[in-house]
């Protein structure tokens, strides 16, 4: 089985900084396109930052300069470093992983539990 495990997330001041966490552990062969999705209280789940396995990142526009995705492949590990944090920032963050099981599987997305991410003061 595959397991992804998030940690990172908290409570920060407006301007602070969190870096977000998202291991992917089990039965992995191959891993393609990583995210960071995230909803806030009444809203819709919005993409937040994707990164290819070739290091592309793509960012949601109001994260671009502040927010920066990253990997360690050799971890299987994609992270989400957050600076310059914004009330409006606050949300259940989750990661989702692309992963192939071994080499003749399909691709399955799997996605971590979520973490909190409070920005306040």
């Known amino acids: 089985q595959v397991q992804l495990v998030e940690s990172g997330g908290g409570l920060v001041q407006p301007g602070g900084s969190l870096r977000l966490s998202c291991a992917a552990s089990?039965?992995?062969?191959?891993?393609?396109?990583m995210g960071w999705y995230r909803q806030a209280p009444g809203k819709q789940r919005e993409l937040v930052a994707t990164?290819?396995?070739?290091?592309?990142?793509n960012y949601a526009d109001s994260v671009k300069g502040r927010f920066t995705i990253s990997t360690d492949n050799a971890k299987n590990t994609v992270y989400l470093q957050m600076n310059s944090l914004k009330p409006e920032d606050t949300a259940v963050y989750y990661c989702?992983?692309?992963?192939?099981?071994?080499?003749?599987?399909?691709?399955?997305?799997?996605w971590g539990q979520g973490t909190q991410v409070t920005v306040s003061s």
């Open positions: 990164i290819t396995t070739g290091g592309l990142p």
């Open positions: 089990g039965s992995i062969f191959s891993i393609r396109a």
């Open positions: 989702n992983i692309g992963i192939q099981r071994y080499t003749a599987d399909t691709w399955h997305e799997y």
